[in-house]
């Protein structure tokens, strides 16, 4: 028969709203971690990173946060648009390693 | 810069079929990334290699999936004998070295009834 796939978490926003998405990391070695949006069918796409040496980055309409003392990194998005529905997944890394490691996702619907 | 390249962007095959998946990175990255996304497990790294060598391949299910780089500007990941649990959409990203410009493909699409 068919596996019950995992209910991603959802975050519903109206347009124009800001969003605010969050993800607690596990390693504490991790240095460096980016978010993620996929769209239906794509891959991942880079949206933004940050270093454990800061605390906030700023992009364009985008803000990333992290709090290394509680593990917990998040995103912001001001003004959402309906092109901003997709899932977001954040990753953690180190410099002893490249790769990845990626979070669960959340989806982000946004009603116009 | 076209990206990373995958292909075939869908594949459908029949349980115990071989199954070859191909990836083309950027230009100029030296670390290659192979990943399997599900809805159950989500993203998962399979394996990863560094200038053409393979460096961490515990993400490997079983001895069944296989995966080489001849060169800098190509790779493959081998399924031998398919499963149907073996469905999922199958990632390629390359990156600089280390998390670098990290750039995944539109991804293989593996269908195995």
């Known amino acids: 028969g068919e596996s019950v796939g995992l209910h991603l978490p959802t975050l519903s926003v109206q347009e124009g709203d800001n969003s605010i998405i969050n993800c607690a990391y596990s390693n504490s070695a991790s240095d460096y971690f980016i978010w993620y949006k996929q769209e239906s069918g794509k891959g991942p796409q880079f949206i933004i990173d940050?270093?454990?040496?800061?605390d906030k980055r700023q992009g364009q309409r985008v803000t990333v946060l992290l709090n290394k003392t509680v593990k917990h990194l998040s995103l912001q998005i001001a003004a959402t648009q309906p092109g901003d529905s997709a899932v977001y997944f954040c990753a953690e890394a180190s410099n002893q390693g490249g790769k990845l490691i990626f979070g669960q996702g959340t989806e982000l619907s946004v009603k116009p | 810069d076209a990206g990373v390249i995958q292909s075939p962007r869908h594949e459908v095959t029949e349980m115990g079929q071989e199954v070859t998946l191909r990836c083309k990175p950027i230009s100029g990255h030296n670390s290659l990334f192979w990943y399997r996304q599900t809805m159950m497990r989500g993203l998962e790294l399979l394996i990863y290699?560094?200038?053409?060598?393979?460096?961490?391949d515990s993400g490997m299910p079983e001895d069944r999936f296989s995966a080489k780089m001849p060169n800098a500007s190509f790779s493959t990941l081998k399924i031998q004998p398919s499963e149907p649990r073996d469905s999922a959409v199958y990632f390629c990203?390359?990156?600089?070295?280390?998390?670098?410009?990290?750039?995944f493909g539109s991804g293989t699409r593996l269908t195995v009834v």
């Open positions: 290699f560094n200038n053409n060598v393979p460096i961490d």
């Open positions: 990203a390359s990156s600089l070295g280390g998390s670098q410009g990290y750039t």
């Open positions: 940050i270093r454990s040496n800061m």
